[in-house]
């Protein structure tokens, strides 16, 4: 007994498609949805008449996560007056500090 499978106009054409083709296809329509999206944003941002607070704005959160950013990854050098007092504690016999 052979597969009956009814198909409709767009059924039809998926079935002859390799699976790549299919997957290659999906990946173009999400990316495709994808720009639409973000051009859709980019006009609404043009149409904005306060383009430039919000651009300084940008630019002021960028520049606290990059301080942010910083601070937590790289190690910061010990202050010179902890490091005299370090010196200090550790020479118990002399006592010009």
Do not use: K, N
């Not at 997957?23 to 999206?37: E, N």
Request: overall charge negative.
């Amino acid at each position: 007994m052979g597969d009956a499978v009814a198909h409709t106009g767009d059924d039809v054409r998926a079935d002859h498609v390799g699976e790549p083709v299919l997957i290659a296809a999906g990946v173009a329509d999400l990316a495709f949805s994808g720009i639409g999206a973000a051009l859709r944003r980019a006009r609404a941002l043009l149409v904005r008449s306060d383009l430039v607070e919000l651009s300084q704005d940008g630019r002021e959160e960028l520049r606290q996560r990059g301080r942010l950013a910083l601070q937590r990854y790289v190690p910061v050098p010990e202050s010179h007056l902890e490091l005299l007092a370090r010196r200090a504690i550790s020479q118990p016999g002399q006592s010009d500090v």
